[in-house]
């Protein structure tokens, strides 16, 4: 009975914990992404609780990818990448947290003027589905010089 | 010019003796006022007392320590440390001296000797590009709370984020550009149960690392649905300015990882405790440490919360997009989402309907599709940009959502996390009882829900003993230990559900006519719907059950499946009860079939103190039992 328990035991702590090994790196994009559906990942894991996190990069080692202090617009673009989803959504309704935090990157202390001419422009920073950060990020500066949008 | 060459070398003799001298009249003081003794000194390098009455440092990397016995002796590591700063910077690299490697030491020394101490000001450039980059005006400790169909999530995960505004809610929208400080473990292994072996044992390095805020939000927030809490501190510019430094200083250590013990929130406490000593947070955790008691310490502390705020999840986003429907949008967006299609959207439509039901088309999209939009899945991605496309052809601003701050939802407003049970009872079998349980996590539905996530139940290492004095049985049994027992459950509601389960593996003392009193191994899942009507859940269950024991037939084991139905009634944080009923045949087993039902209710009294009574009925017996339990 013991043996089975010890198994039992040992099963089930390996797969709670088994959720979010994976190579290391910044946010979201490198979370591997473990089958939700297994039922022990549900009984017990919690993906990035933690208990069970790995999304550690030193401070000090190679994270300059990651990193908001980089020059010119590398901070913007690092910040489009990891915000990508929700700064799309943003511009298309014109207004929220994700567009008035990187308008104030762009140095504009009001996002109302820079979210119309950002909405007004979706399809241009946005031509296909698979645009890079970089990319947007030129495109909207390019629109805020042009339409001096930011106040 | 020899001359100038013996002027030159009386000169730097002087500087010498003068660095000399300074340096041995800091040391002198340091020594006089026992700063070695310092709690704050202690704390800077996590010393922890031994059984054997010295101290240990927690840190597990050499290169955090001046002396080469600094991690258990805080006098020598003291005048080490004082001797490095005073040392001139040889390092081509001035990064690497020691000033710039350990500049909380250095700001304890200034602050505690003053003028006495005033080794060289180095320009540490590594550590000044830091400290800018964190500059904060105040600092929060950030909780996230449970991820839906995750019981185990609700341990959640604390961190820290520096907040470059005064928090308010004309700055929540910057704290995207804040700076946040997480710690956990790396892990070298791809092994599974390695991985686990060593979570536990401590195998792996926990790391602090400071990373921009908005990972965590698009991670927590956004990719899991999980609110975030921020609970405001506190604290004095010089105690963030040494927290900052503090954070510096650990990179250049590591500790070694344990799940339950030193993780993520103990090195969070541990951060504080730098800064001010006086609130002894890490010492007064219990030895194992569940996230969300940190926040049940720091709430007690007096003075040092100064506000809560939260940041709603996806999912609470979404609810409360699709509260501002109404009768014909709902109509038009129900036929929109089916396959996502814009031309769906009823075209005689105000502008404002419009953008509200595309609004909520795209929360409900990120929020179904999480997964897919996040690895840039060909067809969510396509149905995402024609949404987004229709959206921002509306030349007109959504508004923002007005969702308000959950005030009964406070995490740190919960019960504690552990507990434990004292009572009497009586059976047919047995006659009467005492009992005795003990419960490391977390919480049941019978629990006060008060922040608690509603849909679960959650318990982990629950042990049950039972004495009975009667002489036909055994005196003092285990009679149950439930390594996990969760029920996760998703209410059947419009475009919210999901599977709703339970799932239970432990070893349970079967007080059935199959096997009297045996400890048997036994696992148990279960599947089916639930349902919410204001304060009353119910849930209906399909459940398998398999035990082993030598006791329930020849062939040592039994299997077997049944329906389980549980009606939750919770009018009142302080007061909830349930009725219970299952029905399971069996096979391999003796006994071919077995029911039980029941009720069961709790009263909490006081705070954190309840009162539970049981009453079921099972096949050939029959049990009521009273217990006071009590939540630490």
Redesign the interface.
Not at chain 1, 66 to 69: A, I, N, P, T
Not at chain 2, 172 to 177: D, N, S, W
């Given at each position: 009975?013991k043996k089975?328990?010890m198994t039992?035991?040992?099963l089930?702590?390996?797969?709670?914990?088994?959720a979010?090994?994976g190579p290391?790196g910044?946010?979201?994009?490198s979370?591997v992404?473990t089958d939700?559906s297994s039922?022990v990942?549900?009984?017990?894991?919690?993906?990035?609780?933690?208990?069970?996190?790995?999304?550690?990069?030193?401070?000090?080692s190679g994270?300059s990818n990651?990193?908001?202090?980089g020059a010119g617009g590398q901070a913007q673009a690092v910040?489009i990448k990891?915000?990508r989803?929700?700064l799309?959504?943003d511009?298309?309704?014109?207004?929220?947290?994700?567009l008035?935090?990187l308008s104030?990157?762009y140095g504009c202390s009001n996002h109302?003027a820079i979210?119309?001419s950002l909405?007004?422009n979706?399809?241009v920073i946005?031509p296909s589905?698979?645009v890079s950060a970089y990319e947007i990020q030129s495109k909207i500066s390019n629109i805020i010089a042009t339409e001096k949008a930011c106040i | 010019m020899i001359r100038g060459f013996f002027l030159f070398i009386f000169l730097f003799h002087a500087i010498v003796q003068i660095s000399h001298a300074s340096q041995e009249k800091a040391l002198a003081k340091a020594l006089k006022l026992e700063l070695y003794k310092d709690k704050q000194w202690h704390n800077l390098l996590h010393y922890r007392p031994t059984l054997l009455g010295g101290v240990k440092s927690q840190a597990d990397g050499q290169a955090f320590f001046n002396d080469p016995a600094g991690s258990s002796d805080p006098q020598a590591e003291l005048i080490a440390t004082i001797r490095a700063f005073y040392q001139s910077p040889v390092h081509k690299n001035i990064n690497r001296h020691p000033s710039c490697r350990f500049p909380a030491r250095l700001l304890f020394f200034k602050r505690k000797l003053g003028t006495d101490f005033n080794p060289q000001e180095l320009n540490c450039e590594?550590f000044f590009?830091?400290r800018?980059?964190m500059a904060a005006a105040s600092l929060s400790l950030v909780f996230?709370s449970y991820?839906l169909?995750?019981?185990?999530?609700a341990?959640?995960?604390?961190?820290l984020r520096f907040n470059k505004n005064k928090a308010n809610e004309k700055t929540?929208?910057?704290?995207?550009?804040d700076?946040s400080v997480?710690?956990?473990?790396?892990?070298t292994?791809?092994n599974?149960?390695l991985?686990?072996?060593g979570?536990?044992a401590g195998w792996y390095n926990?790391?602090?690392?400071?990373?921009?805020y908005?990972?965590k939000i698009?991670?927590?927030n956004?990719?899991?649905s999980r609110d975030l809490w921020s609970y405001e501190l506190n604290l004095t510019a010089p105690e963030i300015e040494i927290i900052i430094a503090h954070?510096?200083e650990m990179?250049s250590t590591y500790f070694k990882y344990f799940?339950?013990t030193e993780?993520?929130?103990y090195h969070m406490l541990a951060l504080l405790d730098v800064a001010r000593p006086a609130w002894n947070l890490q010492e007064r955790m219990a030895y194992l440490i569940i996230?969300v008691d940190t926040l049940h310490v720091v709430a007690k502390t007096p003075g040092l919360v100064k506000s809560i705020s939260f940041r709603p999840s996806q999912r609470r986003k979404l609810k409360a997009r699709l509260a501002t429907l109404n009768k014909t949008e709902t109509h038009s967006f129900l036929k929109f989402i089916e396959n996502f299609e814009t031309d769906k959207v009823d075209h005689q439509l105000s502008d404002q309907s419009k953008i509200k039901i595309l609004?909520a088309g795209?929360d409900y999209l990120?929020f179904v599709y999480a997964?897919e939009?996040?690895?840039?899945k060909?067809q969510q991605?396509?149905w995402?940009?024609k949404?987004?496309?229709a959206?921002?052809k509306i030349?007109?601003?959504?508004?923002?959502l007005n969702i308000q701050l959950p005030k009964n939802e406070f995490p740190h407003l919960g019960h504690y996390t552990r507990r434990i049970g004292l009572g009497a009872g009586r059976t047919k079998q047995l006659q009467e009882f005492y009992s005795f349980q003990y419960r490391f996590a977390l919480h049941d539905f019978l629990d006060p829900p008060n922040g608690q996530n509603p849909d679960a139940r959650m318990e982990m290492g629950d042990f049950r003993f039972r004495y009975s004095p009667n002489k036909l049985s055994k005196k003092f049994v285990l009679e149950e230990f439930a390594?996990?027992d969760?029920v996760?459950l998703s209410p059947l509601q419009r475009l919210f559900s999901d599977m709703s389960?339970r799932?239970y593996?432990g070893?349970k003392s079967l007080n059935d006519t199959s096997c009297n009193e045996c400890?048997a191994?036994l696992?148990q899942?279960g599947s089916g719907f639930s349902q919410r009507f204001s304060f009353i859940h119910y849930y209906l269950f399909l459940t398998s059950d398999f035990a082993?024991?030598k006791r329930l037939g020849h062939r040592g084991m039994r299997l077997g499946l049944g329906p389980e139905l549980a009606i939750l009634v919770s009018p009142r944080n302080d007061f909830n009860f349930k009725i219970f009923a299952d029905y399971k045949v069996f096979t391999l087993s003796r006994v071919k079939k077995l029911y039980t039902y029941g009720t069961e209710w709790r009263w909490q009294y006081i705070k954190n103190n309840s009162f539970n009574i049981l009453y079921a009925k099972k096949n050939h017996d029959w049990e009521w039992s009273s217990a006071f339990y009590y939540y630490f």
């Open positions: 009975m089975v328990f039992l035991f040992v089930l702590s390996s797969s709670a914990f088994a979010s090994y290391q910044c946010g979201l994009g979370i992404f939700n039922l990942d549900q009984v017990l894991g919690a993906t990035t609780n933690g208990l069970s996190g790995n999304q550690t990069f030193g401070m000090t994270t990651c990193e908001l202090d910040f990891a915000n989803v929700s799309a959504n511009i298309a309704r014109g207004n929220g947290d994700t008035a935090s104030r990157m109302t979210g119309s909405q007004a979706y399809e946005f589905e698979r | 590594g590009k830091f800018k980059k996230s991820y169909n995750r019981p185990a999530s341990f959640g995960h604390t961190l929540r929208a910057y704290e995207l550009l700076y997480n710690y956990s473990a790396t892990i292994t791809n599974a149960l991985y686990a072996i979570g536990f926990g790391e602090y690392a400071a990373i921009p908005f990972y698009r991670e927590y956004d990719y899991e954070v510096w990179s799940y339950f993780n993520c929130s996230p609004d795209i990120d997964k939009v996040l690895s840039e060909t991605l396509g995402k940009r949404i987004l496309i959206r921002s030349p007109k601003k959504s508004i923002d390594f996990v969760v996760s389960w799932a593996f070893a400890l191994p696992a899942l082993l024991s």
